[in-house]
């Protein structure tokens, strides 16, 4: 059993604490009660998703984004009841209530419990790496070690925590080394096909050149120089839930305007913004694909995948978007690759 008094938070909270409680305790959901135990509402990681589409920050309350009517059960109902009502209702988790205080909570463990994915990991490999130069000169960019290890390996390790066993890897600029590391992956007990662009693609074009053999499940495609610990079964959740022929994980970007924006009428000022601040969703280089679009794409056929995704919006498929929270570095620079070997001393990666 778990001590879900972990799991409760006050509802001054910030939500960026009430994901590090998550996290911590993986069981999904926090709890939201006041001084005297009252439960107020509940926090799951779907309702900090949604709160980041809304454009509302971490370092806001929790009772922004809280869900103040949960289901909840009485103190001393059976088990089985609680399991009966958490499979017909599809949630995972009741917190239970003794006299109108939070008493504890009754988990399905779904979470927790080791998973074993068949989905295609594709994990794009062949690019030159020209901002990283002069160390891509003699070594493939994946190939570069970030802490004790490459960075395509702990990308590739990262999955395989999470019970990915297929991947495919996409190569160009020095192949034979990047094949010489990974081999067919038997010494980590998973299953490594390598597919060869014998000129660059784009992103999108790599998918024509997939087996037709692969699994027919979504694919999660992903640009090998990304460092991230996104949870890659919730995003697979989110995909099936939506229905989605593609999504695209997407990270809030903010941009301080450094001036004062004056706003006016001819020649009156109507509004003063000392500094805005804007905040955008940005690209953040992770997708699931649908079988469908992967079929879509014909051998050696030059194309970008946000241009591919554009196509599918036109032809009114559903394109989705899911906005990470969890730790993200693109390392495209030099100066991303020295914060990438501070920041993987204290990941869980």
Avoid at 69 to 79: F, L
Avoid at 112 to 131: C, D, H, Q
Avoid at 153 to 162: G, H, R
Avoid at 308 to 317: C, F, H, P, S, V
């Amino acid at each position: 059993m778990h001590d879900w008094r972990k799991v409760v938070v006050t509802p001054t909270a910030s939500i960026k604490q009430v994901i590090e409680v998550i996290e911590a305790q993986s069981l999904r959901v926090a709890l939201v009660a006041d001084e005297n135990m009252t439960l107020i509402g509940t926090v799951t990681d779907g309702d900090v998703r949604r709160g980041l589409l809304k454009n509302i920050a971490l370092d806001a309350p929790v009772n922004e984004i809280m869900n103040r009517r949960p289901t909840t059960a009485d103190w001393g109902t059976s088990r089985r009841e609680l399991i009966e009502i958490m499979e017909r209702l599809d949630i995972l988790s009741i917190p239970l209530t003794k006299e109108g205080k939070l008493a504890g909570l009754e988990t399905l463990q779904v979470a927790i419990a080791k998973s074993r994915y068949e989905n295609p990991v594709f994990l794009m490999a062949g690019g030159f790496g020209t901002r990283l130069a002069p160390l891509t000169d003699t070594c493939p960019k994946p190939l570069l070690k970030v802490g004790d290890r490459p960075l395509l390996e702990t990308l590739l390790l990262s999955f395989i925590k999470q019970g990915f066993v297929n991947f495919y890897i996409s190569l160009h600029y020095k192949p034979e080394m990047i094949k010489a590391h990974f081999g067919d992956g038997s010494k980590w007990n998973v299953n490594i096909t390598y597919v060869y662009e014998e000129s660059p693609l784009g992103t999108g074009g790599a998918l024509g050149l997939l087996p037709k053999s692969m699994p027919k499940l979504p694919i999660i495609m992903m640009n090998g120089d990304v460092l991230t610990n996104v949870n890659y079964q919730r995003l697979l959740e989110f995909h099936e839930n939506n229905m989605a022929a593609a999504t695209m994980c997407v990270r809030e970007y903010e941009y301080q305007i450094p001036y004062g924006v004056i706003k006016g009428e001819g020649s009156r000022i109507t509004a003063m913004v000392e500094k805005p601040v804007h905040r955008f969703f940005i690209n953040a280089g992770i997708y699931v694909i649908s079988q469908d679009v992967v079929r879509s794409v014909p051998p050696n056929h030059r194309i970008d995948l946000p241009s591919l995704l554009e196509e599918k919006m036109a032809d009114r498929q559903n394109v989705m978007m899911f906005p990470i929270h969890e730790y993200w570095l693109d390392i495209g620079r030099m100066d991303d690759f020295k914060q990438a070997q501070i920041d993987i001393r204290s990941l869980d990666i």
